[in-house]
Antibody
Framework: EVQLVESGGGLVQPGGSLRLSCEVS????????MHWVRQVPGKGLVWVSR????????GTADSVKGRFTISRDNAKNTLYLQMNSLRPEDTAVYYC????????????WGHGTQVTVSS | QSVLTQPPSVSGTPGQRVTISCSGS????????VYWYQQFPGTAPKLLIY???QRPSGVPDRFSGSKSGASGYLAISGLRSDDEADYYC???????????FGGGTKLTVL
């Protein structure tokens, strides 16, 4: 069974940092591209970042470019999102999502982790 | 402001057929596949339709997708009360070099 489990969210002050993790199981992680997508509760979905299967190629939305960095550790079956210089507008639920054979967009999503940026 | 445009809400009665539209442009839907996701409150999105009109295994054939030009469509027939959810369209955007979403459509079953 494909599973994606995010962790690392929480409350952080503006200007602070957080690192989100997405631990996966049930599939060969190193074969799949992965993405982060966020959603303000009650609002729509917004793409954040993507990484190819071996971590050599990434892409990031302009709204977070220079502040957020996506990475992965295929040995640990884990995807990461390093978030620096956080702003109140970064407050959202962050989902990791897999690009499967149905690609180029996502077939499986994690349950999400809440990030709140507030003083 | 979402790149793709969806109606904020649609409604129908049990057994009825409803259609949700998703309007884009040449750089996204016009040249790439449309995807549809279903999301219930407090849960993750679930893939409903991929590559314009394909259903993953387990998705009932009451759900169907289509594309015409720079617009995508999700049709739900035989409407059921448990279809009440938010529905999002998505597509790759060649100009933005990333995926884009519609703002979501809330389906209400009256």
């Amino acid at each position: 069974e494909v599973q994606l489990v995010e962790s690392g969210g929480g409350l952080v002050q503006p200007g602070g940092s957080l690192r989100l993790s997405c631990e996966v199981s049930g599939f060969t992680f190193s074969s799949y591209w992965m993405h982060w997508v966020r959603q303000v509760p009650g609002k729509g979905l917004v793409w954040v970042s993507r990484i190819n299967n071996d971590g050599t190629s990434t892409g990031t939305a302009d709204s977070v470019k220079g502040r957020f960095t996506i990475s992965r550790d295929n040995a640990k079956n884990t995807l990461y999102l390093q978030m620096n210089s956080l702003r109140p507008e970064d407050t959202a639920v962050y989902y990791c999502a897999r690009v499967g054979a149905t690609g180029p967009l996502w077939d499986y999503w994690g349950h999400g982790t809440q990030v709140t940026v507030s003083s | 402001q979402s790149v793709l445009t969806q109606p904020p809400s649609v409604s129908g009665t049990p057994g009825q057929r409803v259609t949700i539209s998703c309007s884009g442009s040449r750089s996204n839907i016009g040249s790439n596949f449309v995807y549809w996701y279903q999301q219930f409150p407090g849960t993750a999105p679930k893939l409903l339709i991929y590559t314009n009109n394909q259903r993953p295994s387990g998705v009932p054939d009451r759900f169907s997708g289509s594309k015409s030009g720079a617009s995508g469509y999700l049709a739900i027939s035989g409407l059921r009360s448990d279809d009440e959810a938010d529905y999002y369209c998505a597509a790759w955007d060649d100009s933005l070099r990333g995926p884009v979403f519609g703002g979501g459509t809330k389906l209400t079953v009256l």
